[in-house]
């Protein structure tokens, strides 16, 4: 039996470790760009349709250019509650405001009949629901 003296012996584990510490970085590196290549990116929210409770209030003190829609009831109002016809609007940006309880399917059929190009749509609140449900 021939027996390994000190310097072979030291050899060959020092290339173990090189070779062992080269396919860890590898496997490391691997690791990470199959970890941000799976990483999906943000999507930006669709500009035509957005929906924020609170729009209508904010809007209204700042003095936005635009023209209020009211949809309630399958009927079109003015910020005043007078009927409006939707089709004879021909303002470049147009805010839409439904019934929070609108399915999905009628809001985007009251989205459609509007001509603007820019419709931004929001949730009326507690107060002007009590009004639209009072006229006649």
Not at 12 to 19: D, P
Not at 54 to 68: M, S
Request: hydrophobic share 40%.
């Amino acid at each position: 039996m021939r027996e390994y003296t000190s310097h072979e012996h030291t050899s060959n584990h020092a290339m173990t470790e090189i070779a062992l510490a080269l396919s860890m970085a590898f496997f490391c590196l691997m690791v990470l760009s199959l970890v941000a290549a799976g990483v999906p990116e943000a999507r930006p929210t669709p500009s035509l349709i957005q929906l924020n409770q609170n729009r209508l209030q904010q809007v209204e003190t700042q003095g936005a250019n635009g023209t209020w829609v009211i949809y309630f009831e399958e009927r079109y109002f003015d910020v005043s509650l007078q009927p409006l016809d939707p089709g004879s609007l021909n303002q470049d940006s147009v805010y839409l405001a439904v019934d929070p309880k609108l399915g999905l399917q009628q809001l985007l059929s009251a989205q459609s009949r509007i001509s603007s190009p820019d419709v931004s749509i929001t949730l009326l609140d507690e107060a002007w629901i009590s009004r639209l449900e009072e006229l006649p």
